[in-house]
């Protein structure tokens, strides 16, 4: 056993906080704030020159084939600043989808743009009160002719303006398959939804959209299967970015709970508030520990069933409830936009509503415990 | 990166396992006992603890020239952890504490007198800091000890002594010099535990077994007793509590737990529904799971920083793992006590109790996890401190 990472990870490592310092400050977080595109241009095209579009993608399509262990430490980085870049959705699960499913069209059409930066591909998955299992996918795709019409409504549609193509789970007589759509094509009307974190995330309503039966992705009936394994491996890497998310929020409240006084003394000697702080520490460093454990039992090809669902539960919970003492701790002033501290508060309990609410992981982590 | 033992830590490991199937004892292993079994307190239990000494897995972590074998840290977790799986007696205080501890700073009389007893499991300790006014506040400790001819005279009263009944020496510490500041006036000290001026009584306690208070009557100790240099003491005891943290509070209680609490809900019904098919058993479950993996991630996080036993102790991972495990091994019972319902307060060893009443008794014995070796408070406040840099804050 040893948790020590390799040199080259370390490199990794610091290359992307370096370029995240000099490329996405939190100035650059906050004007892109409610942005209609939603990622910064400069740092989207520095992401995509260093290879980090490219790290989960085959050498035979661009890519440098990293695993996910090396992609949870850029996760943590993009957590700690904040990042807002469609990262996760194109290089990550559509990367993954197209890889996994695709044909050899798709793979060529796709992959090589998505791993320099240059194409931009995003899920629409969920709809209006509906589940996120795959009960909840109910956007049909009626085939006519060699082709499938789609009509329906999707919801948290990230940076949907920007993409070049949708992936779309819909309901086929086969079952779930998912499709590529262009969101320029006629009848796809897209409405941008403000949202707690301030992200870039789109209503699509589809009326009638026509695509060719090449635009499936995968054997039919098999999209649902395809789209949890993405999801399944992706969700470790927002754990990750939780991680450093909360890392950060606390690296800066325990700075000012250093300066910050009140009867006399800094607010870190007063032991309530220490506490806070220790707890939240404690939580960071357990998630940290085991998202490395995930990530690495992928790397392996071993099964992450379990450990997926556990370190996404465990590490938005955590980013959640250490933003919330955070703000206590920086207390009025963090009530304020001006103070960086509601940057992290916001988006924290964001990230934990997001792909697979708690109540759906929770319910994954039991099947496996429970009924296997 | 790797989070798989290596090939020979998993010989040992595969070793040990097959070597406790072999020997397997229910008069030595009662894992019913929770934390307390431990103790080395039975003629049985005693009988096994030389059986792993002929093994050669006592004091594998200290040097060669003291008749360890010089391996990593991670060879007595392995260790420790298969042995409190089965509610075997551990290698604790002797191996660890006081081993360690004379090790760096005993006198040559003193190695050889104990080191080589400890390695052949001939000597049992017992552990004298606490004191009625020393809890938390362990540098308070207030038995006193005045320098006579040849030695010193230790007068006072120690608390929470779990093996003063059967143990054979006390591991003491006592004020040497109480006009210099606190942490500066303590002294290590030990004592046979047969010594007329030590009185022991028993105290009962919510769990199954008994700990105990000692008064200190005259009790002469030659110079030659005296551990290290005189008012160190408070500095050797912190030093060992981050090792007390590693070997006194393993996992695989807390994990047992979580397996048994899960083996419940897999098998138990009401009114003829399982209770897997409840949507709010199935919660608990995967949160205390979770937590579970939690827990462990944080062992080895602990166990890898401190595989190398010269370097610098992992005060921070022990603190964050010994507050973790701790409040998730109670929380364990709390969770399997709701999930049981009114069935669940039945006594340890009635029929009609689920599971027997396991998680009866461990709801009583684990109160004791986050106070002994250290309270959660106490840990947050090393965490604040010493990891995340924050002043002093009480």
Redesign the interface.
């Known amino acids: 056993?040893?948790?020590?990472?390799?040199e080259e990870?370390r490199l990794v490592r610091d290359m992307t906080r370096a370029v995240l310092a000099e490329h996405c400050p939190l100035e650059v977080v906050r004007r892109m704030e409610d942005d209609p595109t939603g990622y910064p241009a400069g740092l989207w095209k520095q992401i995509g020159e260093l290879g980090l579009a490219g790290m989960l993608i085959p050498e035979a399509h661009g890519g440098s084939a990293q695993s996910l262990?090396d992609a949870a430490l850029v996760y943590e980085e993009l957590g700690r600043a904040l990042a807002p870049t469609p990262h996760f959705v194109s290089c990550v699960l559509a990367a993954r989808i197209l890889l996994e499913a695709g044909n050899e069209e798709q793979r060529s059409e796709w992959l090589a743009r998505i791993g320099s930066g240059e194409a931009i591909l995003t899920p629409a998955w969920l709809e209006p009160d509906r589940s996120d299992g795959p009960s909840g996918v109910a956007l049909a795709a009626r085939p006519d002719g060699g082709d499938f019409v789609l009509s329906g409504t999707k919801r948290h549609v990230p940076f949907a303006r920007a993409a070049d193509r949708l992936i779309v789970l819909a309901r086929t007589p086969a079952g779930i398959d998912l499709f590529l759509v262009d969101p320029n094509a006629p009848g796809v009307r897209l409405a941008q939804q403000l949202t707690l974190g301030s992200d870039c995330q789109y209503r699509v309503d589809l009326r009638e959209v026509r695509v060719p039966a090449s635009a499936r992705i995968g054997a039919p009936g098999t999209g649902w299967e395809t789209w949890s394994a993405a999801l399944r491996a992706g969700i470790v890497l927002l754990a990750a970015q939780a991680i450093g998310g909360a890392e950060r929020a606390l690296e800066i409240t325990?700075e000012y709970?250093?300066t910050r006084k009140q009867f006399d003394?800094?607010l870190?000697?007063?032991?309530s508030l220490?506490?806070y702080?220790?707890?939240a520490?404690?939580?960071i460093?357990?998630?940290r520990?085991?998202v490395?454990?995930a990530a690495?039992?992928h790397a392996q090809g071993r099964s992450i069933a379990?450990?997926a669902p556990?370190v996404k539960?465990?590490a938005c919970e955590t980013y959640r409830d250490c933003t919330r003492v955070c703000q206590q701790i920086w207390g009025g002033v963090g009530f304020t936009i001006e103070y960086d501290i509601q940057l992290f508060f916001r988006r924290a309990e964001q990230l934990h509503l997001s792909w697979w609410s708690p109540?759906s992981?929770?319910?994954l982590?039991?099947a496996q415990?429970?009924?296997a | 990166?790797?989070?798989?033992?290596?090939p020979d830590?998993q010989a040992f490991s595969d070793e040990v396992d097959a070597w406790l199937a072999e020997n397997h004892d229910p008069a030595v292993m009662d894992p019913t006992r929770e934390n307390f079994a431990q103790l080395v307190d039975t003629p049985e239990r005693r009988a096994f603890m030389k059986k792993l000494a002929a093994k050669g897995w006592l004091g594998m972590t200290w040097p060669k020239e003291y008749g360890g074998q010089e391996t990593h840290g991670?060879y007595e977790f392995i260790l420790n952890e298969a042995l409190s799986r089965v509610g075997a007696p551990q290698i604790g205080k002797g191996v660890g504490i006081i081993g360690k501890t004379l090790i760096r700073h005993g006198s040559e009389k003193q190695k050889r007198e104990f080191l080589p007893k400890i390695l052949a499991a001939e000597v049992e300790f017992a552990l004298g800091y606490s004191e009625p006014q020393a809890g938390s506040d362990a540098a308070n400790m207030q038995l006193k000890a005045v320098k006579v001819d040849g030695g010193w005279v230790l007068n006072g009263q120690k608390i929470w002594t779990t093996s003063a009944h059967f143990a054979d020496w006390y591991w003491v510490g006592a004020r040497t010099d109480p006009e210099k500041p606190k942490h500066d006036g303590i002294s290590l000290f030990l004592i046979p535990m047969d010594n007329p001026g030590l009185e022991i009584q028993s105290m009962p306690t919510i769990a199954k077994d008994t700990t105990n208070q000692v008064f200190f009557t005259d009790v002469f100790v030659p110079d030659d007793y005296l551990v290290g240099e005189r008012g160190r003491g408070f500095q050797y005891i912190s030093e060992a509590l981050d090792l007390e943290r590693f070997t006194l509070y393993t996992l695989s209680p807390v994990a047992e737990r979580t397996r048994l609490l899960?083996e419940y809900?897999?098998s138990a019904s009401r009114d003829g529904v399982p209770l897997?098919k409840d949507?709010r058993i199935?919660?608990r479950?995967?949160?205390i799971?979770?937590?579970t993996?939690?827990?462990q991630?944080?062992s080895?996080?602990f166990?890898?920083a401190a595989k190398d036993v010269h370097g610098k102790p992992p005060t921070a991972?022990a603190s964050?793992y010994k507050?973790?495990s701790t409040e998730l091994g109670q929380r364990v019972c709390r969770e399997a006590l709701d999930v049981m319902g009114a069935a669940g307060q039945l006594r340890e060893g009635q029929d009609e109790a689920p599971l027997r009443g396991r998680f009866e008794h461990a709801y009583r014995a684990t109160a004791i996890d986050t106070l002994g070796g250290g309270s959660s408070?106490v840990?947050?406040?090393i965490?604040?401190r010493r990891?995340?840099?924050?002043?002093?804050?009480?």
């Not at chain 1, 056993?1 to 390799?6: I, R, T």
């Not at chain 2, 990166?1 to 290596?6: E, R």
Request: proline letters at 3%; one cysteine or more.
């Open positions: 056993m040893d948790l020590e990472f390799s990870q262990l325990v709970a250093k003394k800094p870190g000697a007063f032991q220490a506490h702080m220790a707890d520490s404690t939580r460093e357990g998630g520990t085991l490395y454990e690495w039992n379990k450990l556990m539960l465990f109540a992981l929770e319910e982590i039991a415990d429970l009924d | 990166m790797d989070f798989d033992l290596t830590e991670i899960i809900v897999r897997r949507p199935r919660a479950i995967a949160r799971s979770t937590d993996a939690v827990a991630a944080l080895k996080r166990v890898c991972e964050q507050l973790f408070e840990q947050k406040n965490i604040a990891h995340l840099g924050l002043p002093k804050n009480f």
